[in-house]
């Protein structure tokens, strides 16, 4: 929701408070250290300081400015959130907590995407089982700010949360029902949902594929995280520390922004899989979707967004730390090569991208 003027204003003259509050506490350690220095020492020394400080501030004003040209501001909602009520994000909440909407009544959703506590949308593993133990060959990507992403899965085989909705219910990979028939024949007989669908969809009240449907997609749309760096591109340019913006300047410098892109610092494009390591010779990728062999080894580009709290890494799960993945990235797909500092600080950065709520 954007401020009104008044509010940005109050905001505006907030900031500005808040930061010669930062001066003054400063300033006044700084005269208690040197107390017994002479009045042209003390002098010197605090002006030396203020130079400094206002030099830092100065430029990460200007990087934040950088950062809103490159990179952009996320929303605080999901486009077409707008319709979702609070009734609808309930059902969609129960419908993907119900293990009973396996084939064996023990797997949910939240399985493989754990929302509660620290967890951000992912299980962690390295590629998820199903619901009888049947391995799945990618990685499970975060369900955090899924609504802004322009395709679903590593392949883009989904252009909508609607379109993608159905689909792991009856994965034979995943919760393995038979067909959408069944899905509805058990949500039907549950009188645990008659109240909720009465709730969400007042007007027709029968539960059905599509109310399903948009059910869950206004849950997944209630998931928007919000980050430290949120706070720095937005208004807050202290927000972040010194060596973390540092790392994001190495980030833009060495251009991990051309294929991570826009708000989310990824999703909206695919890349070829480098030949240096050995991956998984069998799983083609985006052609897997598109029939069209020039799309062989094709993957979707991840957002970066929680990347910190989602490890494993990379399609296929074979990147156990952040550090490591970043190290990869750097040894073929960077505009330089960076040192082990340097990747220190782009990780250090990437943490400040995790939700507000979690911890690194």
Not at 169 to 194: A, G
Not at 199 to 218: D, G, K, Q, W
Not at 269 to 282: A, G, H
Request: with cysteine; proline share 6%.
């Amino acid at each position: 929701m954007s401020l009104s003027p008044s509010q940005n204003h109050r905001k505006q003259i907030r900031d500005k408070s808040n930061f010669l509050i930062f001066f003054i506490l400063h300033i006044t350690l700084i005269s208690c250290k040197f107390q017994l220095q002479t009045n042209s020492q003390k002098d010197s020394i605090i002006n030396l300081f203020l130079i400094d400080l206002l030099s830092n501030q100065l430029s990460a004003t200007e990087l934040q400015g950088v950062v809103r040209k490159k990179i952009g501001t996320l929303p605080n909602f999901i486009p077409g959130s707008e319709s979702d009520s609070m009734e609808k994000i309930a059902l969609g909440n129960k419908l993907f907590r119900d293990n009973k909407l396996s084939s064996n009544h023990v797997q949910s959703c939240l399985t493989c995407h754990p929302l509660d506590g620290n967890a951000a949308g992912m299980d962690r593993q390295s590629t998820s089982r199903g619901t009888f133990g049947q391995i799945g060959k990618r990685n499970t990507p975060t369900i955090l700010n899924v609504g802004f992403l322009p395709f679903l899965f590593w392949d883009g085989r989904r252009d909508t949360l609607y379109n993608q909705a159905i689909d792991p219910f009856i994965n034979p990979l995943e919760m393995s029902l038979p067909s959408d028939t069944e899905l509805l024949t058990r949500i039907q007989n549950d009188p645990s949902y008659t109240s909720f669908f009465a709730n969400a969809f007042p007007e027709s009240p029968s539960p059905s594929i599509h109310s399903i449907r948009l059910a869950l997609v206004a849950f997944e749309r209630s998931l928007v995280s919000k980050s430290r760096f949120d706070d720095f591109v937005e208004s807050n340019v202290r927000a972040l520390e010194n060596y973390e913006i540092e790392g994001l300047r190495i980030f833009l410098d060495v251009g991990c922004n051309n294929c991570h892109t826009k708000n989310l610092l990824g999703g909206s494009q695919f890349s070829k899989l480098d030949s240096k390591y050995s991956y998984n010779p069998n799983d083609f990728g985006r052609s897997e979707f598109t029939g069209n062999p020039a799309d062989d080894f094709y993957f979707k580009v991840p957002p970066l967004r929680n990347v910190a709290l989602t490890p494993p890494y990379f399609h296929d799960g074979s990147v156990p730390s952040l550090k490591e993945a970043v190290r990869r990235m750097n040894q073929y797909n960077l505009n330089r090569t960076i040192n082990d500092s340097e990747i220190e600080l782009i990780v250090s950065f990437l943490k400040s991208l995790s939700d507000k709520t979690k911890i690194n």
